[in-house]
């Protein structure tokens, strides 16, 4: 049972450049989410999906970009990076909702200059 | 505005001392309140979860408590091993259609030999 696996770990981007962040998922769990971790602050919500096919925004969605194909996998889109992205970037699963147990990635970190 | 603070901002303790962690929350209605921890390059994990009926929670030598009125909770570590050192992380979820949650910006806990 591997939980929660996003790839890569660590990226460097140019700017303007684009990229998608994977994450997987093997507890067959409905609820997936983004979010992005910044020095000294709490974790905000990028985007959400609360089953294959249903995606929704989150507090800062801006810049961002998510589909649900399957109940596995929830990748992320970034087009057009700006160094404001520069952030560590979470992935992460629960069974009942946010509010619920969230299993969470180890988490990719990326640096735009 | 619905917020979550905690106190201290970090935290350096001696090998085998208690120590007590600070949340307050302005988060309305209230759901549940978890505590996560969060070690260095890794993603958190849930310690325990309170809801509003309850004010003490266990999980090992962690104890978290709940004041609903004041809207306090506080986490205490007893006897602290080095493999405490790490971020803890308070969540508060939001009574919503799927129980929005809103993270602290987290207690960075030292322990030292």
């Known amino acids: 049972n591997a939980g929660v696996t996003q790839t890569p770990k660590f990226r460097i981007l140019k700017i303007g450049q684009s990229m998608t962040l994977q994450c997987a998922q093997d507890?067959?769990?409905?609820?997936m989410y983004w979010y992005r971790q910044d020095p000294g602050m709490g974790l905000k919500l990028i985007y959400y999906?609360?089953?294959?096919?249903?995606?929704d925004k989150g507090e800062v969605p801006n810049g961002y970009n998510v589909s649900r194909s399957t109940t596995e996998d929830f990748p992320l889109r970034l087009e057009l990076a700006a160094p404001s992205q520069t952030s560590v970037y979470f992935c992460a699963s629960s069974y009942s909702g946010q509010g619920g147990t969230q299993y969470f990635g180890p988490g990719t970190r990326l640096l735009v200059l | 505005k619905n917020q979550v603070e905690q106190s201290p901002q970090s935290l350096i303790i001696l090998e085998g001392k208690n120590c007590t962690l600070q949340?307050?929350?302005?988060?309305?209605?209230?759901?549940?309140l978890r505590w996560y921890k969060q070690d260095t390059g890794r993603g958190p994990v849930s310690l325990t979860i309170m809801t509003f009926s309850e004010n003490t929670k266990s999980n090992g030598r962690y104890t978290a408590t709940l004041d609903a009125d004041t809207k306090q909770s506080s986490l205490h570590i007893t006897a602290s091993q080095l493999s405490d050192s790490a971020s803890y992380i308070c969540v508060v979820s939001e009574k919503t259609s799927y129980d929005k949650v809103i993270f602290g910006p987290g207690t960075s806990l030292s322990v030292i030999p």
């Open positions: 507890m067959n769990h409905n609820y």
């Open positions: 949340c307050n929350y302005t988060v309305s209605p209230f759901s549940n």
């Open positions: 999906s609360v089953g294959a096919g249903i995606t």
